[in-house]
């Protein structure tokens, strides 16, 4: 499974963006989606993420702000960023979990992907 992620730049604080998130190779079924972000010599933390059947989840200093969509017939993810601040900057990951197929179309070995990454950049 692969993960191509795609989207980021420069915007100034207040602007827009939209990621994408591909997911291609063999695989069964996909759980989770996700979009996780790293800012210069901070920890990786979760920004969204959509669970299949389920609602999504937000971190709290992006909730209201940003919009996670799947399209689970095409294996895509998108991450509709607005109001953005300079405190949004950081290289944003996508990330996948789910399913190999298994014997007889079942569900095979559980499966975790990142993407490698976008660098969404927000000057004041």
């Known amino acids: 499974v692969q993960l191509q992620a795609s989207g980021g730049g420069l915007v100034q604080a207040g602007g827009s963006l939209r990621l994408s998130c591909v997911a291609s190779g063999s695989f069964r079924r996909m759980n989770t989606m996700a979009w996780y972000r790293q800012a210069p010599g901070k920890q990786r933390e979760l920004v969204a993420r959509?669970?299949?059947?389920?609602?999504?989840v937000y971190a709290t200093s992006v909730k209201d702000r940003f919009s996670i969509s799947r399209d689970i017939s095409k294996n895509t993810m998108t991450l509709e960023m607005h109001s953005l601040r300079p405190d949004d900057t950081a290289v944003y990951y996508c990330?996948?979990?789910?399913?190999?197929?298994?014997?007889?179309?079942?569900?095979?070995?559980?499966?975790?992907?990142w993407g490698q990454g976008t660098l969404v950049t927000v000057s004041s």
């Open positions: 990330y996948a979990d789910g399913f190999l197929v298994g014997k007889g179309w079942s569900d095979g070995r559980a499966f975790e992907q």
């Open positions: 959509k669970t299949t059947f389920s609602d999504p």
